[in-house]
């Protein structure tokens, strides 16, 4: 009696391992959990990308609280808040754009907006997948103090095909290989967000922080094909 108890154990237990197994294989096409009012979803244009290829990564930010609040998001170090993992649990590493940039003291490359109660808005991040398979960010200043593109390709080992607006300060994600990636938005911001200095350039409306969002947040997580 006992050795066949020990058996129907095993067998429970090896086929929650299989189903836990098979739950990863799939993208999660929900929303992330809503922290504090604040809710965020995370989806791509296409389910598999080729060396050479574009793809865009949509962020949707969504007020589920009854009070308005307001989201800091980056402007030029696109990507910046983006985790990649390989499926089997490996993290890829997050490095700077092409084009180094320090930005002056408690300086903040982006902007705010407000999310109303029930109210939702978008940011696209645009990304290309190289002959390296590095996931590569375009920032959308990409050409500001760059006189001779070419050279800096040249500089920096690119064939001189290379987009332009990939030779930015956007994140560099090195995939190294086809495979499996796991992606999702992580979202935080705490008291010292609030200390920041916004672009000048920006509208007003831009440069608040009154009412900033603070906490932490993750989104759904999808899954990227990339293969030759």
């Not at 299989?18 to 992330?32: H, I, K, N």
């Not at 607006?165 to 938005?185: A, D, H, Q, T, W």
Request: hydrophobic share 40%.
């Amino acid at each position: 009696m006992m050795k066949h108890g020990v058996i129907f154990c095993m067998v429970v237990f090896l086929s929650m391992f299989a189903v836990t197994a098979e739950v990863r294989e799939e993208p999660d096409e929900q929303s992330g959990k809503t922290v504090n009012g604040l809710q965020i979803n995370l989806s791509a244009n296409k389910p598999v990308c080729q060396p050479g290829e574009e793809i865009t990564l949509t962020v949707t930010f969504a007020n589920r609280d009854a009070k308005p609040f307001r989201v800091l998001v980056h402007d030029v170090f696109i990507g910046e808040e983006l985790e990649v993992n390989r499926q089997d649990g490996e993290t890829i590493p997050r490095q700077s754009g092409f084009i180094w940039h320090s930005p002056k003291v408690n300086l903040f490359l982006g902007r705010t907006f407000v999310l109303a109660p029930e109210e939702q808005k978008t940011i696209s991040l645009e990304a290309r997948l190289d002959q390296q398979y590095r996931l590569v960010f375009a920032s959308p200043d990409w050409r500001e103090n760059i006189p001779d593109m070419r050279e800096v390709k040249r500089r920096l080992g690119l064939p001189d095909e290379y987009p332009d607006k990939y030779v930015s300060r956007g994140r560099v994600f090195p995939l190294e290989r086809p495979g499996l990636y796991e992606i999702r938005f992580v979202y935080e911001r705490a008291e010292a967000d609030r200390q920041w200095t916004l672009p000048e350039n920006l509208p007003q409306a831009e440069q608040s922080l009154d009412c900033l969002w603070l906490g932490k947040v993750f989104s759904n997580t999808i899954i990227v094909k990339t293969k030759n």
